[in-house]
């Protein structure tokens, strides 16, 4: 960590996305413009074939590999839990009261109990809750009442019978997907800064009733007939980021080599909004676990109710709140003691001035 202070993540896809197996299955319509223009089913076909990054996105197998990990098992259990005791019930009250101070509530102290109020005005639940599915009671996709689990066997069977393109290219990618560290989101040894929307039902499983191949194969997108779905931003749901944070943050908790605090943003919360550093004297830094909710322009004003139709994945990047948010946190007072004649520090008044007369329009 010597030359990177933060780590922030937007929305990242840490464990995969539904909606990267449906393009795979199904083709994606998002990509016709009316009806006439941009990529038909034929079109997309070799896109899926060669297109690494559709096989980078897929639901990964992350969840098989830490489920008897102490920190997993507590938050499928906590998600389990918030299924089952409605917070704004009396036996949800008396139920989460004693969960909040028991030992079943060990590694996610940093998250904040459903009995606390994370948002107003939006259609989601104004519970602080983690809104996720488990991800191996609830595999990927089922096909005609089959189904087809994340881990690799699985996932490269249902692509190699269902998928919309030929497996040829398809198997070189899974391949080294497979091979790579990707799904065993291993610590980036930095400080963490996880931020990402729960407001929307994002699918976490497909179901078809017949052979989405029966369809492509006549040259027509198919959907899913019905989904399984979680919180997210349509794209990501919250497993992702919040399986990732769980895990570094429990790695930093047993103080394992490395291991740097983790902070969770969940943008449009009001629960502990504020400054992201826990060190604000000098050199501002983070130094442990927590949860924040960060300001957002997508987030309903007072009184008024939203769905949060623009709080979406895409948008998070230009969001004014979140924007304003990050400017804060790039204001830091950090200085780097390794390099302190390299880029702008090594440069004359005379080279930036210049530097700002050549570059104005990126300065």
């Given at each position: ?21 449906r ?15 941009g ?15 559709l096989v ?32 704004g019930?009396?036996e949800g009250k ?19 109990s ?7 005005g ?11 599915n ?12 089959q ?18 393109g ?26 963490v800064?996880?931020a ?14 017949r052979d ?20 997210g931003?349509?794209?990501v ?25 983790v902070?969770v ?21 983070i ?25 979406l ?27 302190t ?9 005379e080279?930036?001035?210049?530097l ?7 300065l």
């Amino acid at each position: 960590d010597e030359k990177i202070a933060l780590l922030i993540s937007m929305a990242a896809p840490f464990t995969g996305s539904t909606k990267a197996l449906r393009s795979a299955l199904g083709g994606n319509p998002d990509f016709i413009h009316g009806s006439y223009f941009g990529l038909h089913i034929e079109g997309q076909r070799p896109m899926v074939e060669t297109h690494s990054v559709l096989v980078d996105l897929l639901p990964s197998f992350s969840f098989h590999l830490y489920e008897s990990e102490p920190w997993a098992r507590e938050l499928v259990r906590r998600a389990e839990y918030e299924k089952k005791y409605d917070p704004g019930s009396e036996e949800g009250k008396s139920f989460w009261s004693n969960y909040t101070n028991s030992e079943e509530n060990n590694h996610l102290k940093w998250f904040p109990s459903p009995t606390e109020k994370c948002f107003e005005g939006f259609g989601r639940s104004s519970s602080c809750m983690l809104l996720i599915n488990d991800m191996i009671k609830t595999p990927s996709a089922m096909i005609n009442t089959q189904m087809f689990s994340n881990e690799v066997r699985d996932m490269n069977a249902l692509l190699r019978i269902y998928s919309l393109g030929k497996m040829d290219v398809l198997d070189h990618y899974m391949k080294e997907r497979n091979e790579s560290r990707v799904p065993w989101l291993e610590n980036p040894g930095v400080p963490v800064a996880i931020a990402y929307y729960s407001h929307h039902n994002t699918a976490t499983q497909l179901i078809y009733d017949r052979d989405p191949k029966s369809v492509t194969d006549g040259g027509a997108f198919t959907s899913p007939d019905r989904e399984v779905v979680s919180g997210g931003d349509r794209v990501v749901p919250n497993s992702g980021p919040l399986f990732a944070a769980s895990k570094w943050a429990y790695e930093f908790d047993q103080k394992l080599p490395g291991a740097k605090p983790v902070k969770v943003l969940e943008v449009c919360s009001h629960h502990n909004e504020g400054s992201l550093y826990d060190q604000q004297d000098g050199r501002k830094t983070i130094q442990y676990n927590s949860y924040m909710g960060v300001p957002c322009s997508c987030r309903p004003a007072p009184g008024q109710h939203s769905d949060g139709e623009f709080c979406l994945h895409a948008t998070m990047v230009r969001d004014g709140g979140f924007l304003q948010f990050l400017g804060k946190v790039v204001d830091s007072n950090d200085k780097n003691p390794t390099f302190t004649n390299a880029g702008f520090a090594g440069m004359t008044n005379e080279q930036l001035n210049d530097l700002v007369w050549r570059c104005a329009h990126i300065l």
